[in-house]
């Protein structure tokens, strides 16, 4: 069965979606508003962050370029010899590290938030993205990873839904599921019309505000409890404050024009705002299925965008918070099918690494750092076991488990608790020395 995405659309125009946004009232509480049940007991133990993952089927050779790739161990890395990608010092949690160029680009305020872990993800099919998602058969009832956060996040958040939410899926490998049920693709363009224009829905968050928080003061007033009041008036958005919300998103909606990279990040800060849903997922390009790419040029090129890119999306989101349109935290991060080969092609090019992939995770609940590394592993490298409690290399977590090891230290920083991940997730652990 597949979700269409016109069930998505109508709630974020015309119902919940709106309501939460223009009163600044959990969606749960909205749903069913009996007095004596809003309370903070009403959404789940333990903070509610969001995700925003960049993922795709092309193994782009973002593991290439990253910190713990150059020097040491790595010294027989190949690497652009492009300025643009010229090896750069950059500093983590008081450390210095090299990288390509880019990645040392960006701001300090978003490296002191950076992880880069280093794992494998075990196949170099293209196909088997949604195994990856699935964490390779590590998973609960084969359960997707984007889906098991979604459904604990969002009960933490009051979210709209507790399923994942896709912007850039283009075949069958990289469309999520839940619970056995494929969940369709929502583009940019599609959530303009649903909500953009000035006589769209967000244009009318003022008077539809007006009539929500007056019903329920209403109903809390005549049948609640001075605690149910109180917790209202927590909640709610002021009129000054939905207007302008109302003006910033409605300015960030008409600024979309596509369905590419720069436009899906866009709209997934948009819907973070919105709290339609705890993890949304987008295409994420970094050099692609480059197995002749002379002199790496389409990684050069692909790698200054991806990672400028990435450096937009958590400066919107941090200006998005700071201006009280988002309320939640959020982490972003990055999940390919797999790597690409670091030292078997030279520069002509990359194949297909199944032993070493770098996820990049970025947010408040992270401090700056570099997990796990790379090893010699025939004429190539692999990713090396890692230190549970240190995050170096060499330890408990061996290599055949690195990839439940990163999913489970993302679920923890999203707040998702340990005990579930270690149910829902067959192996790995999460290594603590990520964590701010």
Do not use: C
Not at 24 to 49: C, K, Q, T, Y
Not at 133 to 151: H, P, Y
Not at 183 to 196: D, M, Q, Y
């Amino acid at each position: 069965m597949k979700l269409h995405r016109r069930d998505l659309l109508k709630s974020a125009a015309g119902g919940l979606a709106l309501r939460a946004l223009a009163t600044g009232v959990p969606a749960s509480i909205l749903l069913n508003p009996r007095p004596g049940r809003a309370s903070p007991d009403e959404l789940a133990d333990g903070p509610g962050r969001m995700l925003i993952l960049m993922t795709s089927n092309a193994g782009d050779p973002l593991n290439a370029n990253v910190p713990g790739t150059y020097g040491g161990a790595a010294s027989e890395v190949a690497h652009s010899l492009d300025p643009a990608m010229a090896p750069t010092q950059l500093r983590l949690s008081g450390r210095q590290y090299t990288a390509a160029k880019p990645w040392a680009d960006l701001p300090q305020n978003v490296l002191n938030r950076t992880v880069f872990f280093h794992h494998a993800t075990y196949t170099p099919v293209h196909q088997d993205q949604n195994k990856v998602m699935r964490l390779m058969g590590a998973t609960d009832d084969e359960e997707m990873l984007v889906s098991i956060l979604a459904k604990e996040l969002g009960p933490r958040q009051g979210a709209v839904q507790n399923l994942p939410l896709s912007l850039g899926a283009r075949n069958g490998s990289e469309l999520l599921s839940a619970s056995g049920q494929v969940l369709a693709n929502v583009g940019p363009t599609s959530i303009k019309a649903a909500l953009g224009g000035a006589t769209g829905a967000l244009a009318s968050l003022a008077p539809l505000r007006d009539r929500e928080i007056d019903r329920l003061y209403r109903l809390y007033k005549d049948h609640g409890t001075k605690r149910d009041v109180g917790l209202l008036d927590a909640w709610a958005r002021s009129r000054d404050e939905v207007r302008g919300v109302s003006d910033v998103l409605l300015a960030r909606l008409d600024a979309i024009d596509n369905n590419d990279e720069d436009n899906q990040a866009s709209a997934a800060a948009i819907l973070a705002a919105m709290n339609i849903t705890p993890v949304i997922t987008i295409k994420g390009r970094f050099g692609g299925d480059n197995h002749n790419d002379t002199d790496l040029v389409a990684e050069t090129e692909q790698t200054v965008s991806g990672v400028a890119r990435i450096g937009r999306l958590v400066a919107d989101l941090d200006g998005l918070r700071s201006e009280g349109v988002l309320r939640h935290e959020v982490i972003v991060g990055t999940l390919n099918v797999f790597g690409r080969t670091l030292r078997k092609k030279g520069t002509n090019g990359r194949d297909h690494n199944r032993s070493h992939h770098v996820t990049v995770m970025i947010g408040d609940a992270f401090k700056g750092g570099v997990v796990g590394g790379i090893e010699r592993n025939g004429n190539d490298y692999r990713a090396t076991s890692i230190d549970s409690a240190s995050g170096a290399s060499g330890g408990d977590i061996p290599y055949d488990e690195t990839l439940g090891s990163m999913a489970k230290t993302l679920g923890l920083a999203l707040g998702v608790p340990q005990a579930k991940l270690d149910e829902s997730v067959g192996l790995g652990k999460p290594v603590l020395s990520a964590f701010a």
